[in-house]
């Protein structure tokens, strides 16, 4: 293993994860928390720190999975919920709604 020289990375948190760029349109080195379209796009993808750290994301899943043996998938209630509304931007996006 080698050590890892100094280095500075940009980082955007928007859920979209975009690269950014310089004045001249080249991608900069920038980490994200999420890429919009494939795996394929620029960045390094790091841990969401909305979510907190590795360990306690860790504790959380387990919660989750020690929650849901207790309500076998059969037994759930089928229906979603859903709270919020639909803003139409333009008239393309219509047939979203």
Do not use: M
């Amino acid at each position: 293993h080698s050590k890892v020289k100094n280095v500075a990375y940009l980082h955007n948190s928007e859920a979209s994860g975009s690269c950014l760029e310089n004045k001249k349109g080249e991608l900069l080195p920038t980490t994200l928390i999420a890429k919009k379209y494939s795996s394929k796009e620029c960045g390094v993808l790091v841990p969401n720190p909305y979510f907190g750290d590795l360990d306690h994301w860790s504790n959380v899943a387990q919660l989750l999975e020690d929650a849901s043996r207790k309500h076998p998938y059969w037994k759930r209630d089928p229906r979603a919920f859903w709270r919020g509304h639909i803003r139409w931007r333009n008239k393309d996006c219509d047939h979203e709604s």
